[in-house]
């Protein structure tokens, strides 16, 4: 039960809700398309992620377990305080591990370990609009997205290429969902683009600022926009995480002196954690073997 | 279009859900996967006394999703029927309008379904202003008569929805090729549901497709 009193259920009242999840039923039936909503103050700054704390809340049940993540980590100010709200607010279950959560509220990364059917992705978006840097009008915009006009995204990256000889966008990487909308997949590194494509889990997308909300339903096709001769890549390193070895995940870059040393360390804490534990397990098994 | 007042008669009144807002959540979520899953049979676990002519899975579908801020058009013997207009202007307070095309929301009963472009289909700016139309029908199985590809469904997916007019079928199959208008379709039945969303392309299957 929820401990908190004098709130509704997951702090945002019935009727709220009720236009909220109208919204996220019309964005599941035109993936990738921006729905205007009725955005409601949170009790925090707009920046903080009160876009997906709306999708969270509307969609959040007693039966659920959350788990929120900010770049990645399950520890930082943004993901705890979010996390307690709702343990607060709703009594809810929360978590670290992504496959135990029936929720996942992100900022900024797509977890390492592959979501599941009937998992709920949900992120917390600044910036809904791919359009908005090139084409300020919001009028425009959505004549752009009505006439599939897409072209000057082509342009922008195309501009990339003879700049720097590659794409040099990293991240906010645009995408095209099922072929039809172009969509902001929120400032997630693009190394997690493909992670998005035909998906098992549901993706709602909240932007609070801008009040608008977009999804991407399961197993939708959802493709970087690219050239042929420049076709879609992602980052790659030379090093492994300095602390589980992983050389396939998302890595953070961390100043650990003041004479500049580094480090590399996943920035997936639960992924990590996740795998020195099997690490210590196995070679527990291998010298119980042993001996 | 024009608002009717249909009145309420207090004698007619049921309740709705015992818990509004746990059990509004979870009928929302069954909504959320039946979109978001088109063709996807959803049973409903509350059974509900049903105010009139509605089934359990049309009055929760129409109790989570609708109040004073919806418009809602209603078949013509649901609209005469004052046990359900009663309920849904008790309950939900939503203005139920004469004319489909202003819909939020419609209701219809499989037999009296309305035409199709009588609907709201949206804008191409703002396909999101569009109708969802609620209909019940006599039975709802993933037999294969129409086989369903589309965002949300992995490979593909079958289902049979008994009672709609060939008409009907014909104006739903060619309405998606006007996406990204259109209208999304939840189907209702006892307490199962089922729903397809614009996105959802449908095709008719042959009668010996059925046997492989």
Redesign the interface.
Known sequence: MSTATGY??AYLD??S???I???????????G?Q??FGGREMPLPHGWGTGGMQVTA?????ADRLKVIDQGADDTTNAVSIRRFFATTAGVETTESTAAASLIQTRHRIPETPLQA?QILIYQVPIPEPLRFIEPRETET??M???SEYGAMQVKLYEDVARFGHIATSYDYPVMV?N??MMDPSPIPKFDNPKMNRM?A?QLFGAGFEKRIY???????VKSLDFDDYPFEVQRWDENCAICGSDHSFLDEVIIDDAGSKMFVCSDTDYCRSRQTNATESATATEETLS | MAVLTPTVNSNALIAGFDDPVQHGQQVFRALLKAMSEPGTLIELELNLATPGLLNNSTWQTLLSLLDADTQLWLSPRLNSDERVTSNLRFHCQSPIIDGSKAADFAVALADELPVLRDLNWGTSEYPDRSTTLIVQVPALSDEPHWELTGPGIESRKTARIAGLSEEFRLALINSRKRFPLGVDCIFCCGSKLLALPRSTQIREMRPEEGEA
């Open positions: 509704n259920f019935e009727q809700k009720r236009m999840r109208r919204a996220i039923l019309k964005a599941v039936a035109i993936p398309y729905v205007p509307s969609v959040i049940g007693e009937d959505r004549k997205h009505a006439l099922n039809r909308y098992p549901l999804a991407v339903p399961p197993y939708t096709e």
